[in-house]
């Protein structure tokens, strides 16, 4: 929908459009996850999730990552890591903050909350958990099985952060609106027959098993707008972009309906006070 009317309006307005879809999108992705009812969707599609993997992970190490939400340049985002590229294991790679489970830790959660505090310098109680996946994955090692937690983190600045320059490269957040934009991502279809994710950005490509908890975190809280892409098979048909537009247009609808309530009203009582004069 949005595309089609760059060849019927001037470039100018067109980028306006492009704007104000985006601004419309950011508030709306916002009041659902945080103010609606998207956490409450999270939470109970995590506790019913099906496995993607039917391999058994009872006897790899445990590990657990942190999906790190957060509001920068306020937009609600991702926080993604780049490992150090010194580091034996997946380095340089994109990454979240995360890493195999202590003694000491008694569940995901203390791991994934420790492991940013070592990674990034965040501290635990800064940051409110949302929900935990049912189930873990394992790495590409077959060694680890890393369970997903997700995390909010409020509104941050990168510059305020103070990575563990042995563990972390940098620091990248993309917004949940452009993980969302269906010309934005991907995936690959391996000769196994599995179907893997990719998210494109200004910054580092996600693929991996980064990008396939980010797959999960958004099939399991918005979906009435995105299809999951993991699978064994086939990929599925994404509509991502028409089941937004369609909410974006009725959010669009409605407040140029409030606004011009809110005028008539301010209209009548002007002329109230003048009649009153």
């Known amino acids: 929908m949005w595309s089609s009317c760059s060849s019927k309006i001037n470039p100018s307005t067109y980028k306006f459009v492009l704007a104000l879809r985006t601004y419309v999108t950011n508030c709306y992705i916002e009041e659902y996850l945080l103010k609606g009812s998207g956490r409450c969707v999270l939470a109970e599609n995590f506790a019913k999730m099906k496995p993607i993997y039917?391999?058994?992970?009872?006897?790899?190490?445990?590990?657990?990552?942190?999906?790190?939400?957060?509001?920068?340049?306020?937009?609600?985002?991702?926080?993604?890591?780049r490992r150090s590229p010194i580091l034996?294991?997946?380095?340089?790679?994109?990454s979240f903050p995360g890493g195999k489970q202590d003694d000491k830790d008694s569940s995901p959660e203390e791991t994934a909350l420790r492991e940013v505090y070592e990674e990034l310098g965040i501290l635990p109680e800064s940051i409110e958990i949302f929900a935990t996946s049912n189930h873990s994955i394992p790495d590409r090692t077959g060694k680890y099985s890393v369970w997903l937690v997700i995390g909010y983190l409020g509104h941050i600045s990168l510059q305020t952060l103070t990575p563990n320059p042995f563990e972390v490269k940098e620091v990248f957040c993309v917004s949940l609106t452009q993980l969302l934009n269906e010309d934005l991502y991907g995936y690959t279809k391996f000769?196994?027959?599995?179907?893997?994710?990719?998210?494109?950005?200004?910054?580092?490509?996600?693929?991996?098993?980064?990008?396939?908890?980010?797959?999960?975190?958004l099939s399991q809280t918005f979906p009435h707008i995105y299809t999951q892409i993991t699978v064994r098979g086939e990929a599925k048909p994404r509509k991502t972009s028409e089941k937004l537009d369609h909410i974006i247009k009725l959010k669009l609808t409605a407040n140029v309906k409030k606004t011009a309530a809110d005028i008539t009203l301010k209209d009548e009582n002007l002329a109230n006070v003048s009649c009153n004069a």
Do not use: M
């Not at 034996?88 to 994109?94: D, L, M």
């Not at 893997?196 to 980010?214: C, D, E, M, R, S």
């Open 54 to 81: 039917h391999k058994s992970c009872q006897n790899l190490k445990k590990a657990a990552v942190l999906l790190p939400l957060c509001i920068v340049n306020n937009e609600l985002s991702i926080l993604f890591t």
């Open 88 to 94: 034996s294991s997946y380095g340089g790679q994109v």
């Open 191 to 217: 000769k196994n027959k599995w179907v893997l994710p990719v998210y494109k950005n200004n910054y580092h490509n996600v693929w991996g098993l980064t990008a396939i908890f980010v797959d999960i975190f």
